[in-house]
C-alpha cells in the first residue's frame, strides 16, 4: 500500500480526476482488497493473502507493484541494462 500512495501522492493532477485524497483513495481500496470472499465446497471463506485473480484492481495493483520493484532493482544494479523491454 505504500507503493500505492506513493503513487498517489506524486500525481500532481489527481485532484483534476478524482475527487478523492490520496488517503481517501487508498481507504477504498484497501476495503476492496480485503473483502475478498468466496464459496468453496459449499463453505464461505475470506481470502487472507494476495490479491483475487479477476478482481478489477489486480492489474493495477500488480502494475504498481512491479513498476517498483524494476525501478528499485535498476538503480540499485551494479550494471545497468542498456536496453529495458
Not at 480526476?17 to 470472499?37: F, G, H, N, Q, Y
Not at 493473502?49 to 495493483?61: K, L, N, W
Not at 525501478?71 to 542498456?82: F, G, H, N, R, V
Request: proline share 6%; charged share 20%.
Amino acid at each position: 500500500m505504500d507503493i500505492i500512495n506513493d503513487c498517489l501522492e506524486s500525481g500532481l493532477d489527481l485532484n483534476l480526476r478524482c475527487p478523492l485524497d490520496p488517503s481517501e483513495v487508498i481507504k477504498c481500496l484497501e476495503l476492496r482488497l480485503r473483502s475478498t470472499l468466496f464459496i468453496f465446497r459449499g463453505q464461505l471463506y475470506r481470502q487472507k493473502e494476495g490479491i483475487a485473480m479477476g478482481s478489477p484492481v489486480s492489474p493495477i495493483v500488480a502494475n504498481l507493484f512491479m513498476h517498483s520493484l524494476e525501478t528499485s532493482a535498476i538503480a540499485k544494479s551494479l550494471c545497468s541494462p542498456e536496453l529495458w523491454l
